[in-house]
């Protein structure tokens, strides 16, 4: 920790000013802001590649404590463009920890405020939806130029700067998995992939080829892969009209799909659904998904902005499979007549819980696969 | 609607009489239960032996039973009442274990009851440790290392072969009674006699031992269709050895990463899975402090003390919800109460940090072990809420109401560094002073986390708050900065003041000026996720206020009464939430203040708003500012709610009810003395002293005995029968040990016999519900007399004296809602020797025995009624047509060390009820709810002080008229068989072996009778004593007491038990037969 604590602003859209303290790198930075309720899981959820382009506030107070245990990452690096908390702890301490979160941010070069009331932020971003705001060190910023910069601001193309760049080949026992012989092999299509999907499928014995998001379908079918795994990412689905088409080719392929988070918006939209931005999303690892079938409740941990419109389904096309306790939202699609099943939350959880775990196990019973 | 088929009536086992280990929590959550229960249209029938509940309402409940909790009586009730399942996970361990026994025999089933929520199999396969253990290793979840011996050689065996040290665990216990860490040969086989001795089923778990270990818990939730979810985790300050509810808890847990914390919560869901537990259930683990081991440590199906916990800070109902699961609801089809827009499928999101401290009772028995082990020994808990962990810990520390508003203690000054560090090593409830000293003395963090094994984060935020007195103490100048930190650090301005030299006026006025004022956030359950309307509050300094004080109501707030104490216990938690119910009723906003997370005061939908804060003026002020009241009411809240009087009244809130100038008046003893002249009522002459030397003098003139007492307390805390100069000089000493704002009584002590009354005033009439008489002559504590009602020896001159005084004395101190007093009538002449112009600890009783509901009463008398517009005669109700007998109850087995033998300083920790339409009866059944359970062997011992000797003769010849064989010490033997009463003598304890100890150990012994000799402490008594109550020996310190349980025993075998239903009671009569 620096010395001399240099105050910092957050600005938001609706000219709200929260002043806090500086965290993490020193720059400015216009972004979405939204808000995670997971208590535990702050390393997880800031090198989530879904939070790129959005600035993450973390609703419980206290964040740090067990500073950073570097294999807990989720991918290579910090993606939210700040980080905003009501307390970042002086003293990390778990058996584990190799950096303090500071330090963290300062090398993933994040910006962040500490020290602002974050549960007054988040009920702003609850009664008014997600905003976009700034967080500066600048105390002579003239809030009159800022808020049409604010107002203007678009979260767009995240999905290219956060997939992978070229194809990458994963066995069982890398990175961290179990090391068993491998029976089936996967592709997943990283539209913004979290590491412990593809950690989920090396457990289960998978060979597992990650494809950028600028694949060609055919080249994947080519492939032969026994099942396609979508995965999450950032942004609105809308956008990723390309890879919308390329996906509703797999879709057809007949290869088991199986589709998460951005993945599940995507296969939808491609089945002509549609999908709206909600008001304040869903963040945090809380969620209750019921499934229909079992009338089962799963908890289940949760980040997205946008959400397939349940109306604009075709139930000839597709009928739901989990929906949210709480607001009713579609949770999760079985398509009718293809191997393709999709869910809007994260059964590879990390952070949060891992009660929908056992989803891989569909997966792996969808394509015939051990266990 | 999913609601299982056939239900209508629901039997509810309550948890009986408050004992250590076994508390309030069980009222909440059984009165949480009930309401539940009835909003589903159930018809409730509820058994429970603890009149002092809420429970025990007849709003609650549909029918109430005050009878003792053993299967017979259980038995009875469910043949009369014919319930079609009952609830048994509601009354803690005590309810479980009679809701499996019931089951397990078969009677359940042959009545046609069924056993509603976790199955009886569950709760064996959680609870039985064998069968526990088997199904952990099936599902590979791992225990420590361990074996259920029955003996102690196979004890012995199996720790030497796994090593020591070695915890000990006995099955089927309260609070870990009996448990304990054993280092050696010799440590165990005392700890596995003991516990052999106490487990119900003869067994005892030995297992390898975790001390040290971080030590996390998981409230977890299940219902009929498999779902489960995570109400909440917490992290014990205090790593293994220390029993949970002695710990320092904080929640959610704070050193945990997600891989830890997901491990744990996985593993809780699949225990509960595997269990199928439907409710909720608490997982207790203990985690390796530096790797991802863990073990499991406990499975509790039922709701506990930790699921009070949860629930207070989580704002999540457990015991509701579970009630509703009981009934066949899915998680999913029960709204979630506090956002009514969320179900209770859903794990509540924390955006504060919640601590629990507990409250013990060394300053009630300042010669017990204050070590704290795994056998629980505290009385109750605070909880606190803040937006960080360092204010949390600070609110708790001034909610304990123990002289201690910051970490700083004077007592180590003087201390050297070494010796502060030797007593890190010590684990009691001072650790955490301790550890502040050490690092204000820079002791580095590692020495302590290593020989603490605290975690370094809880260290390092224990410094912050070490290095913030130390910031304050060397400002020159106290900065608005500091200042703003030190408030966002739950600094109180008097603390603040003390280090910075300055009067706490100035910090208020400061801070005043600056706009450093705390703001209340609401527990929402969902971190603002949703919006949510439940008024639940906590206060802090580092955001914006969201409470909104003006609804345009009246509104009067009414003040808690802090944790469970000796002295101050449940009761006035009856009393407050009664209070808050009768406001409402007349149309006001209520708003309850409370920081007591086990009670029923302080669950969300009791009060209009609920504030979940210390109970100090400071705090209180803060509320005041924001909400305005137009009243308060302080007399329902116990000695914790009067102390804010004079606070308030400068805060500018009318008191309502009895004036603060009138409270005095009962409390101080110039003015008193002149009400009572003025009165022509007569009380034991004594004197007012504040020194040794004053004292000695007051004794000396007034004759020896004499009892000294502090004034404005409560429980009789520091009050002393001295019969020589050296007990007054050792009795000052004690009492002087905290500076005494007000002067000491010393009076003439009349050894009459004992009279309380509770009554209503409202300015001019009075209704006294009953006249109560203690068995136990004057000169024991109230709260540990038994005590009777309707009073039995006292003539109908005397009771007309005693209405006489109490309407006197209510107009001259004009009281407006409830009074208290107590007389001694000693030879046909009344004296009074306490009035308490507020609720009283027998208030509870007195309300349910007569039917009376005299805290409804006082609160609209408070508001201006008059007792005659409210429907009763006043004066003396009538005479009920049955008897009522309230039974203290101790829980000195849990207190290594403590003294048991009674006297006017309140030990007793709850009490029970005997209620029958024969005096006889009514006895028995107190003392079985008392768990008095005789003969076993019918051997008995004497041992009784020279003054008593004759009086116990005949006591003694009646014991052995009934068959006991009495070995007495020589003298008593001497006396005993010069009168013809056949006694064994036997040698005193250092004398020639076999001894009385001998005696005891051989566990042939039902009952000692052993009046102690003042000031016996370091002799064969206290040893006797002590020995006795770690054996599972009664203890009888009274022959009053001893002559009750005779009786008792004499007609034991009369008559059949009948059993009462005292919802049908109204004004003192029965309106069925019953």
């Known amino acids: 920790m620096g010395n001399l604590i240099m105050k910092a602003f957050l600005i938001l859209e609706d000219g709200t000013v929260f002043q806090g303290d500086s965290i993490g790198a020193q720059k400015e930075v216009i972004s979405e802001i939204v808000f995670n309720t997971s208590m535990t899981g702050y390393l997880e959820v800031l090198t989530d590649p879904s939070y790129a382009g959005q600035a993450v506030t973390m609703t419980y107070p206290l964040i740090g404590n067990y500073g950073v245990c570097y294999e807990d990452m989720e991918s290579c690096k910090g993606w939210p463009d700040a980080f905003i908390v009501r307390e970042l702890s002086r003293m990390p301490s778990n058996f584990r920890s190799e950096d303090t979160l500071q330090h963290f941010l300062e090398k993933n070069d994040i910006p962040g405020i500490s020290g602002i009331d974050t549960r007054a932020l988040t009920k702003l971003l609850r009664e008014k939806g997600t905003m976009n705001g700034m967080i500066t060190t600048n105390r002579n910023d003239s809030i009159e130029e800022i808020l049409p910069k604010l107002k203007e601001y678009r979260v767009t193309g995240v999905v290219e700067k956060v997939s992978c760049k070229t194809i990458e080949n994963y066995a069982p026992g890398d990175i961290q998995s179990k090391k068993a012989p491998a029976d089936k092999k996967i592709a997943v299509i990283d539209v913004g992939t979290k590491k412990n999907i593809i950690r989920c499928l090396l457990n289960r014995g998978c060979d597992v080829t990650v494809y950028p998001c600028t694949f060609k379908a055919q080249e994947v079918i080519d492939a032969h892969p026994d099942g396609i795994m979508i995965t999450n990412g950032p942004g609105d689905p809308a956008e990723c009209t390309q890879i919308i088409e390329q996906i509703k080719l797999l879709a057809d392929s007949g290869i088991p799909v199986f589709a998460i988070c951005l993945g599940h918006q995507l296969m939808a939209l491609a089945h002509h659904a549609k999908t709206y931005k909600m008001k304040y999303g869903h963040r945090g690892a809380n969620h209750p998904v019921k499934d229909l079938k079992t009338g089962k409740v799963y908890i289940s941990s949760q980040n997205h902005g946008y959400v397939v419109d349940i109306d604009s389904i075709d139930p000839n096309v597709a009928k739901p499979w989990f929906i949210n306790v709480n607001d009713k939202t579609v949770e999760g699609l079985e398509y009718i007549g293809k191997p393709v099943k999709t869910v809007q939350f994260h059964p590879e959880a990390n952070a949060g819980p891992k009660d929908s775990e056992l989803l891989f196990e569909e997966f792996m019973k969808m394509i015939g696969g051990k266990r | ?1074």
């Open chain 2, 1 to 1074: 609607m999913p609601k299982l088929e056939g239900i209508k009536r629901v039997l509810v086992i309550g948890s009986g009489p408050i004992i250590i280990g076994q508390a309030a929590e069980f009222d909440y959550a059984g009165t949480q239960a009930c309401r539940s229960l009835k909003e589903e249209g159930m018809e409730v029938i509820l058994v429970n032996s603890n009149p002092a509940t809420i429970m025990t309402d007849k709003e609650i409940a549909d029918k109430v039973y005050i009878e003792p909790l053993t299967v017979e009586v259980l038995q009875k009730i469910i043949e009369k009442e014919k319930p079609d399942s009952l609830l048994p996970n509601m009354g803690g361990q005590a309810g479980l274990n009679l809701g499996m026994e019931l089951a397990e025999s078969g009677f359940l089933e042959e009545h046609g009851v069924k056993l509603l929520g976790t199955t009886a199999e569950t709760i064996r396969n959680a609870e039985g440790r064998q069968e526990f253990k088997d199904m952990m290793e099936r599902i590979g979840e791992p225990c420590a290392a361990s074996e259920l011996v029955e003996n102690i050689e196979d004890g012995v065996a199996f720790a030497e072969k796994i090593g020591y040290p070695v915890v000990l665990r006995p099955a089927y216990t309260l609070g870990g009674s009996g448990g304990g860490i054993a280092h050696n040969r010799e440590e165990i086989e005392e700890i596995l006699a003991n516990g052999l001795r106490l487990s119900r089923v003869g067994q005892v778990l030995v297992e390898r031992c975790i001390a040290g270990w971080k030590e996390i818990e998981y409230e977890v939730m299940r219902d009929s269709n498999g779902t489960c979810i995570t109400v909440c985790n917490m992290e014990n300050l205090d790593p293994v050895g220390v029993h949970t509810g002695d710990s320092i808890v904080v929640a959610p847990s704070q050193t945990l990463s997600d891989k830890e914390y997901q491990m744990l919560r996985t593993s809780a869901l699949r225990i509960i899975d595997e269990l199928k537990i439907t409710g909720g259930c608490n997982v207790q683990f203990a985690l390796h402090p530096t790797s991802f081991e863990y073990i499991v440590i406990e499975v509790n199906p039922r709701v506990s003390r930790s699921s009070a916990l949860a629930s207070k800070a989580t704002g999540y109902p457990i015991a509701k919800v579970s009630a509703k699961i009981a009934l066949g609801y899915t998680l999913d089809e029960i709204p979630n109460a506090v956002t009514g827009k969320t179900y209770a499928s859903f794990e509540p999101a924390l955006d504060y940090v919640v601590v629990k401290i507990p409250r013990l009772p060394f300053d009630k028995f300042i010669k017990a072990k204050r070590t704290l082990t795994t056998q629980m020994k505290a009385t109750g808990e605070v909880m606190s809420i803040c937006t960080n962990f360092e204010g949390a810990l600070m609110k708790a520390l001034r909610s304990l109401e123990q002289h201690v508003d910051c970490l700083n203690r004077d007592e180590y000054i003087g201390w050297t560094d070494e010796e502060v560090t030797e007593q890190l090593h010590v684990i009691d409830d001072r650790r955490i002073f301790i550890i502040a000293e050490a690092i204000r003395r820079g002791i580095a963090y590692n020495v302590i986390h290593e020989i603490t094994m605290i975690d370094i984060w809880f260290i390092d935020k224990i410094s912050i708050l070490v290095e913030m007195e130390q910031k304050l103490q060397a400002a020159d100048e106290l900065t608005p900065e500091l200042l703003r930190e030190a408030k966002r650090l739950e600094f109180p301005d008097a603390v603040i003041a003390g280090f910075v030299g300055k009067e706490e006026k100035d910090i208020r006025d400061m801070r005043y000026q600056l706009g450093i004022t705390a703001a209340f956030k609401m527990v929402d359950t969902c971190a603002a996720e949703f919006a949510s309307e439940t008024p639940y509050y906590y206060s802090c300094f580092d955001g914006s206020n969201e409470v909104a004080g003006n609804t345009g109501k009246k509104k009067i707030m009414v003040l808690g009464s802090g944790p469970i104490r000796i002295g101050q216990g449940i009761e006035f938690d009856y009393c407050s939430v009664h209070s808050v119910w009768a406001l409402s009723q007349e149309g006001y906003e209520t708003i309850i203040v409370n920081n007591n997370p086990e009670t029923v005061s302080t669950d969300f939908d009791i009060a209009d708003k609920l504030y979940f804060e210390p109970l100090t003026p400071e705090d209180v002020e803060n509320i005041v500012r924001l909400e305005n009241p137009d009243g308060a009411v302080v007399q329902f809240g116990g000695q914790t709610a009067i102390k804010l009087t004079e606070a308030l009244l400068k805060m500018g809130v009318p008191i309502l009810g009895t004036s603060a100038e009138n409270v005095d008046a009962a409390e101080d003893r110039e003015l008193f003395d002149e009400i009572l002249e003025k009165c022509g009522i007569p009380r034991p002459s004594g004197q007012t002293v504040f020194t040794t030397e004053e004292a000695l003098r007051a004794a000396n003139e007034l004759g020896y005995p004499v009892l000294v007492r502090p004034s404005y307390v409560l429980g009789g805390q520091g009050m002393q029968i001295a019969v020589s100069d050296t007990d007054i000089t050792e009795y000052m000493a004690v009492i002087n040990r905290y500076h005494q704002e007000h002067p000491i009584l010393v009076d003439k002590y009349l050894m009459g016999k004992e009279v309380e009354i509770d009554a209503v005033c409202d300015g001019e009439d009075i209704l006294i519900p009953g006249i109560m008489e203690h068995v136990e002559r004057a000169g024991i504590h109230s709260g540990d007399s038994i005590s009777v009602y309707p009073a039995q020896s006292i003539s109908e001159q005397i009771q007309k004296i005693i209405v006489d005084y109490t309407k006197k004395l209510a107009q001259s101190l004009h009281v407006i809602g409830l009074i208290n007093i107590q007389f001694i009538v000693y030879e046909e002449k009344v004296y009074v020797i306490e009035v308490n112009p507020r609720s009283s600890r027998t208030v509870p009783y007195i309300s349910k025995v007569t039917g009376i509901p005299i805290v409804d009463l006082a609160s609209k008398v408070i508001l201006g009624a008059k007792i005659k517009e409210l429907g009763y005669q006043p004066g003396l109700a009538q005479k009920s047509d049955y008897l009522a007998i309230k039974m203290p109850v101790f829980s000195f087995e849990k207190l290594r060390g403590a003294e048991i033998s009674l006297g006017p300083e309140m030990k007793s920790t709850g009490e029970c009820l005997g209620i029958a339409k024969s005096f006889d009866e009514a006895l028995y059944k107190a003392f079985l709810g008392a768990g008095v359970n005789l003969p076993k062997h019918k051997k008995m011992i004497f041992t009784i002080k020279d003054e008593d000797k004759e009086e116990a003769v005949d006591i003694a010849r009646r014991f052995k008229k009934i068959g006991y064989d009495i070995f007495a010490t020589r003298g008593t033997a001497r006396v005993l068989n010069k009168n013809g009463v056949l006694a064994i003598p036997v040698n005193r304890i250092n004398e020639e072996a076999p001894t009385l100890m001998d005696l005891l150990l051989d566990h042939q012994i039902d009952l000692v009778v052993d009046t102690p000799t003042y000031g016996d402490k370091l002799r064969d008594g206290f040893m006797i004593r002590r020995t006795a109550i770690e054996t599972g020996v009664n203890c009888l310190t009274s022959l009053d007491t001893a002559d009750a349980l005779l009786k008792s025993l004499e007609n034991s075998a009369a008559e059949e038990l009948s059993v009462v239903d005292i919802a049908t009671i109204s004004n003192g009569q029965i309106s069925e037969d019953c």
